[in-house]
T-cell receptor
Framework: AQSVTQPDIHITVSEGASLELRCNYS??????LFWYVQSPGQGLQLLLK??????LVQGIKGFEAEFKRSQSSFNLRKPSVHWSDAAEYFC?????????FGTGTSLTVIP | DVKVTQSSRYLVKRTGEKVFLECVQD?????MFWYRQDPGLGLRLIYF???????EKGDIPEGYSVSREKKERFSLILESASTNQTSMYLC?????????????FGPGTRLTVT
């Protein structure tokens, strides 16, 4: 069965610092990969997605992610974090029928 | 913009009550989903539907049922609410099955069962 692992439950970064959130997946075929963000008390908003092609994908709010097939990873990055980026981040893989979500990484941004 | 709306943001019910959570999407999406979200467990799929009157069990369907009488509306039903169903419930929709489309989420309903 497909699965997604986000090894970091919680990350704290200083405002202006760079950020990398890790995501590893288990899926036999070509994965369709997503990153979502959830602000407190809100639903999930799509940050970016990878279906095929260029392995470095750009998303909204200055985020990017890189697909590495050899490592089964799809890590999310941002060069300079803003206080408004504090939220929960979910990685997901889709197999054409269902989504499989990771357990999420909670991001705290300190001034 | 795609819009997915859920009937309530917060709901408090008593044990044993029948609870209806409603979800409506305005983009003519074929697929609709119900998840529950709990700390440390992420999102878990309860039920999904890929067409009117069609439904499929997800990973945790026990204690829940669903109804999809119209394409735009997908209801989650708790026949007899229990305290272990206290959770955040998220509805989502997407385009047709078998193609990689992102899911669009509603704002969630935080249900407390006392």
């Amino acid at each position: 069965a497909q699965s997604v692992t986000q090894p970091d439950i919680h990350i704290t970064v200083s405002e202006g610092a760079s950020l990398e959130l890790r995501c590893n997946y288990s899926y036999g075929a070509t994965p369709y990969l997503f990153w979502y963000v959830q602000s407190p008390g809100q639903g999930l908003q799509l940050l970016l997605k990878y279906f095929s092609g260029d392995t470095l994908v750009q998303g909204i709010k200055g985020f990017e992610a890189e697909f590495k097939r050899s490592q089964s990873s799809f890590n999310l990055r941002k060069p300079s974090v803003h206080w408004s980026d504090a939220a929960e981040y979910f990685c997901a893989v889709e197999d054409g029928n269902q989504f499989y979500f990771g357990t999420g990484t909670s991001l705290t941004v300190i001034p | 913009d795609v819009k997915v709306t859920q009937s309530s943001r917060y709901l408090v019910k008593r044990t044993g009550e029948k609870v209806f959570l409603e979800c409506v999407q305005d983009m003519d999406h074929e697929n609709m989903f119900w998840y529950r979200q709990d700390p440390g467990l992420g999102l878990r799929l309860i039920y999904f539907s890929y067409d009117v009157k069609m439904k499929e069990k997800g990973d945790i369907p026990e204690g829940y049922s669903v109804s999809r009488e119209k394409k735009e509306r997908f209801s989650l039903i708790l026949e007899s609410a229990s305290t272990n169903q206290t959770s955040m419930y998220l509805c989502a929709s997407s385009w047709e099955q078998g193609t990689p489309y992102e899911q669009y989420f509603g704002p969630g309903t935080r249900l407390t069962v006392t």
